[in-house]
């Protein structure tokens, strides 16, 4: 999934929209999906990097990781697919 | 003479088509010849106008709602406290007065002063409550009757001429010319407010106002009556005028000395033709309106302040007649920085 | 060095939109309230031996707030004697609670008038209020010498006519109902004072012989959240108490005051919580009294100050303890989460915004939740919106200050009632009420052969 290009993340956990101007605030966990989404990260990649660092089971994760993504495109964060 | 440092926490900076009493409140202390005061804006929306107006406004901080409960809003003054200092708070919003009243005694332990009615005062003014309220302090009321039921309609219809005011127990009123209109407000408010429904006898004449400020031993500090000049179409002033009228004054001055009133307060007045004088609503904190009175020479905001700190405070003798305020709006330039430090930090 | 570095804490990712206005989160200051543990004793452990959902009883809260009440009456008042209500918790180990700690019984049917019975109450130490009582029931209480409050003339005519037959003479009081400036006024209990029925009712008592006034009786309606309305109450039932007095030369022995005191939930609709709101037993205490004190009541002869409070006195006391089952996102992007408690067990929820917290430690991030209970009906909703910490699949949640009705209105419906317990002034756990199982259901079904 593509990230919009334009938006800004900011490590306090806010997040700005400029094409919307619409703003949201992400917990730490959000924060670091959402830059690595940005930075071109795939899902296995992601999972990896979150299996690493937390104390999470993959199923667990890969159910909130897809509802993540899901309120992502309900935000319309995300580019239209081509 | 050196001024003295004091910080002032105040609520009600909304400064919007409906402006909360804050930022006049504030401009009132500002002026003061005797305070040098850092203002501590508490609001409880993002977009409070006052959190961005850095003359009027030193820090702001979010604080949560009445409805969150007092003890969250303690432990949040606690922690603004902590920071700030805190020597005076002013609430300046109907809703959240309960709640601050109710916290007097740990606000002044935690070193914070704030001059507010007593719970008597507050509840016995309630708008259902007035023509008790009439009888017992000798002031003309508008003729009313809760009611709880349509049935009700038909029981009192007798005692009322139409029009009538069909009123909320907290807000809303609506004219009503015959029955029909009366079942329609009565579904229309009851739904929205919740019962009973006030019936209130519709008085002719001007509306008048008076801001006023008790010392809570029956005298009063300062008073300055006021007629809208123009009123929006949320029922705002959006200008004004003082007046010259004993009446008005005396009317003022006989309730604070029989009530004991203790704090900031507004009344809500309707002159007839005859120069009856009837009592509408007391509201019990200072208007929006209250620069008008620091402009004709009363500045309330500053003696409410002494009052907090247990100052002695001489009462406010004359005031001018003729001034006028006139309301505009302006347009701030914010930043989606400020924007963000509030949302995250809840400060600014 | 190792280069084994220990986990952090997970905390599923979550993104909220920043409404402009409406905000009540300052960050990381926003504190989220938790309840882990319960007298001392672990909210986890509890789920763990005695199953999920679960009901627990304080019985430190019980006894705190018994003595805070009574406090507030008798430095008020000279005589004064509170009765425990069956209808808002007749479990058998709180009713006995309450009668150890000096309550009386006050029963609204024939059944509840048994448990008390059973519970060891002495007749004479029973009131029985409510307009269903049998014929049967009445007979038993006339025997034992317990105080009936007649409810309307029907009853009262059924009273006189058994008076006839029993050898004991009927100790009555009857129930007044009144304006007392509060909506909605509860007129469809016992006699009315302001049209003269309630004076009419107490001629009626005075001119038979065979039957005995002995108090007066009213409860004025539910969640009251002004004193002063019962000050108005009392001093009307003072001013009828005088009325007999100076027209039959009979002294009432005593004046019942109900219930109907507020807890201090909050109301579904309410802008302020019930905590901040709720009026405090002094309040209710001062306001009674002074009515009483201040009638023309003989000083001398001043009638027992009757309490039948069961809300303010137990409601703080009983605790719903639950699991998450599972978290959702509905259509419209909110959160839902499921517990294990339904509405089936939690009857309050139709009017009170409960409070529901986590068991355990969150961090401050929440989301706009609704709070859904577990069974297959739509209506099971235990919080409609709820800025909710985000809480996991089995995490714990609490519900306080259910204490009052959900024991008694609980419903068998979908699934079984659970266990309840009770954690005593040692911290020792004791079932007091099993929970229920299939087999219970079964022994009171039958099949008709037809059907087998």
């Known amino acids: ?82 | ?348 | 060095m190792t280069n084994i570095m220990k986990k952090q804490k997970y905390e599923r990712p979550i993104i909220n939109r920043i409404n402009a206005g409406v905000s009540n989160k300052f960050g990381t200051q926003t504190k989220i309230n938790i309840i882990s543990e319960i007298d001392g004793l672990a909210v986890k452990d509890l789920l763990k031996d005695y199953g999920s959902p679960l009901y627990v009883i304080s019985e430190r809260e019980i006894r705190e707030t018994y003595s805070k009440a009574k406090q507030a009456f008798s430095t008020r008042y000279p005589k004064v004697q509170f009765a425990w209500s069956y209808k808002t918790n007749y479990l058998d180990a709180v009713c006995r609670l309450y009668h150890k700690l000096g309550s009386w019984a006050e029963v609204v049917s024939g059944f509840e008038y048994d448990k008390a019975i059973d519970n060891g109450v002495p007749g004479s130490n029973i009131i029985f209020n409510g307009p269903d009582k049998s014929e049967e029931d009445l007979t038993k209480a006339i025997k034992n010498g317990s105080l009936i409050h007649v409810d309307h003339f029907d009853e009262l005519y059924l009273i006189m006519k058994l008076a006839d037959k029993i050898e004991e003479t009927p100790k009555l009081a009857i129930r007044v109902n009144m304006d007392t400036g509060i909506y909605p006024q509860w007129d469809r209990f016992g006699f009315n004072y302001e049209n003269g029925e309630a004076w009419n009712a107490l001629n009626r008592i005075m001119l038979n012989e065979k039957v005995d006034l002995v108090g007066l009786h009213t409860h004025i309606g539910t969640y009251i959240m002004t004193p002063n309305a019962y000050g108005v109450a009392a001093y009307k039932l003072a001013e009828l108490a005088v009325r007999v007095d100076k027209k039959y030369g009979h002294k009432v022995k005593y004046i019942d005051m109900g219930g109907g005191f507020a807890s201090k939930n909050t109301l579904k609709g309410a802008y302020l919580p019930g905590a901040d709101t709720c009026p405090s037993f002094d309040d209710y205490a001062e306001a009674i009294t002074n009515a009483l004190i201040n009638s023309e009541i003989d000083p001398d002869n001043l009638p027992t100050l009757f309490l039948e409070t069961g809300r303010a006195l137990i409601d703080d006391a009983g605790y719903l303890l639950g699991t998450v089952l599972a978290n959702k996102r509905l259509a419209d992007g909110r959160r839902s989460t499921i517990i294990d408690i339904g509405i089936n067990m939690l009857f309050t929820s139709f009017w009170y915004e409960h409070n529901i917290v986590p068991a355990q430690e969150t961090t401050h991030h929440t989301e706009d939740t609704t709070i859904y209970g577990p069974l297959c009906m739509n209506i099971d909703v235990i919080r409609a919106a709820i800025q909710f910490p985000l809480l996991n699949k089995k995490d714990h949640v609490v519900i306080s200050r259910i204490g009052a009705y959900n024991m008694t209105q609980w419903l068998q419906f979908i699934t079984l009632r659970p266990n309840v317990v009770i954690i005593d002034m040692e911290k020792n756990v004791h079932v007091i009420r099993e929970n229920e199982t299939k087999k219970n259901f079964d022994q009171l079904e039958k099949v008709p052969e037809y059907l087998k």
Request: hydrophobic content about 35%; cysteine-free; proline content about 5%.
């Open chain 2, 1 to 348: 003479m050196k001024k003295k440092k004091i910080v002032v926490a105040v609520t009600g900076l909304n400064n919007t088509d409906n402006p909360g009493p804050g930022v006049p409140v504030i401009r009132g202390i500002r002026e003061s010849k005797e305070f040098d005061a850092r203002i501590i804006g508490l609001a409880y929306e993002n977009l409070e106008p006052g959190i961005y107006m850095k003359e009027i406004v030193d820090k702001a901080y979010q604080i949560p709602y009445p409805s969150s409960g007092s003890d969250t809003l303690m432990e949040r003054l606690a922690y603004i406290n902590s920071v700030e200092n805190i020597d005076v708070l002013i609430p300046n919003f109907d809703a959240e007065l309960f709640t601050f009243m109710k916290s007097e005694d740990k606000l002044k332990e935690m070193g914070i002063s704030t001059f507010l009615p007593t719970s008597e005062q507050l509840e016995e003014r309630q708008k259902s409550n007035l023509p008790a309220y009439g009888k017992k302090y000798g002031i003309k009321v508008p003729y009313s009757k809760d009611i709880t039921s349509h049935w009700d309609i038909q029981v009192i219809k007798n005692e009322f001429q139409y029009p009538v005011l069909v009123k909320g127990k907290f807000y809303d009123a609506y004219i009503a010319y015959n029955d029909e209109q009366v079942s329609n407000h009565f579904n229309r408010i009851s739904a929205k407010w919740g019962l009973p429904i006030i019936i209130q006898e519709f008085i002719r004449g001007t509306e008048v106002n008076v801001v006023a400020l008790g010392d809570g031993k029956g005298n009063t500090i300062g008073a300055v009556p006021m007629r809208k000049q123009y009123i929006t179409d949320k029922g705002k002033g959006w200008g004004g005028i003082t007046l010259s009228d004993k009446n008005m004054l005396k009317i003022t001055t006989d309730l604070i000395s029989k009530t004991k009133w203790r704090g900031g307060m507004e009344l809500e007045m309707i002159k007839t033709v005859n120069n009856d004088y009837y009592m509408i609503e007391i509201n019990p904190r200072i208007p929006a309106w209250v620069y008008l009175a620091v402009g004709a020479g009363q500045n309330i905001p500053e003696a409410l302040v002494k009052l907090a700190l247990g100052m002695n405070v001489e009462p406010y003798k004359s005031y001018e007649v003729g001034k006028m305020f006139i309301r505009y709006s302006y347009d701030l330039i914010g930043d989606i920085q400020q924007f963000e430090k509030l949302s995250i930090n809840g400060e600014l």
């Open chain 1, 1 to 82: 999934m593509n990230i919009k290009k334009d938006i800004a993340i900011s490590d306090s956990g806010f997040v700005f929209d400029p094409t919307t101007g619409e703003s949201y605030s992400l917990n730490p966990l959000g924060v670091e999906i959402l830059t690595l989404l940005k930075d071109g990260d795939d899902q296995k990649e992601i999972t990896n990097f979150v299996l690493q660092k937390y104390e999470v089971d993959s199923d667990t994760f890969e159910n909130n990781y897809y509802d993540f993504l899901n309120m992502l495109k309900q935000f319309n964060l995300t580019e239209p697919q081509a």
